[in-house]
């Protein structure tokens, strides 16, 4: 069974800096790994796809990358703003065919100091 | 760019109601799919259709039901509504005619709070 972790759970940082968002997989058969933002109480966003033959994407001030063998995903955000303050979930997408739900992780709740 | 539309936005419902959630895909997408988010939890999902049938299901209780119809549109079905179905519930679609790695675009959500 697919089970994804993000670390940490929390994260705090002044505006303006960079940071890092992990996830990780346990399963590596998949066919690509969503980014997603979600702001309390609303839907998901969906920030960034990247899939398993790809090693990164970006948007914006947004990178993704994907080691898929390790079963590692990071979300760099570039000189953060308090508009980002939200949290950030990832979901893989198994890659056997007539398998289409996305495994969620826990998600990083991330605030953005002012 | 339209974006999936989820009716209603809220709804308050008692023990042992039933409830119709509704959702709209965007434009195009033939692949719709629902999850449900308990507080402070990842969304999980429940099940998904293709082009008018059935093609994934997962941890949806026997009291849900849902279907897709012939515009695409899905309707999420749940009786004998119990506390522990208060949550967000979220529709996605995509279009598989595209490829696997379409990212799927979610819907804000209707909010079930159960009395």
């Known amino acids: 069974k697919q089970e994804v972790t993000q670390i940490p759970a929390a994260l705090s940082v002044p505006e303006g800096e960079n940071l890092v968002l992990n996830c990780s997989f346990t399963d590596s058969a998949i066919y690509n790994l969503q980014w997603f933002r979600q702001d309390p109480g609303k839907g998901l966003t969906s920030l960034l796809l990247?899939?398993?033959?790809?090693r990164e994407q970006t948007s914006g001030r947004l990178n993704a990358s994907l080691d898929k063998s390790s079963g590692r995903s990071t979300l760099y955000i570039a000189a953060s703003q308090p508009g980002d303050s939200a949290t950030y979930l990832c979901?893989?997408?198994?890659?056997?065919?007539?398998?289409?739900?996305?495994?969620f992780g826990t998600g990083t709740r991330l605030t953005i100091i002012p | 760019a339209a974006g999936v539309i989820q009716s209603p936005r809220h709804l308050i419902k008692e023990k042992r109601e039933t409830a119709t959630l509704k959702c709209y895909p965007i434009p195009r997408h033939d692949t719709v799919y629902w999850y449900q988010q308990g507080p402070g939890q990842d969304p999980q999902f429940l099940i998904s259709f293709y082009e008018k049938m059935q093609s994934d299901k997962g941890s949806i209780p026997d009291r849900f039901s849902a279907q897709q119809f012939s515009d695409y549109h899905s309707e999420l079905n749940m009786s004998s509504l119990e506390l522990g179905d208060s949550a967000l519930y979220f529709c996605?679609?995509?279009?598989?005619?595209?490829?696997?790695?379409?990212?799927?675009?979610f819907g804000d959500g209707t909010r079930l709070s159960i009395l």
């Open positions: 979901a893989v997408r198994p890659s056997n065919f007539g398998n289409e739900k996305l495994t």
């Open positions: 996605a679609s995509s279009s598989r005619d595209r490829g696997p790695n379409q990212p799927q675009h």
């Open positions: 990247i899939q398993s033959s790809q």
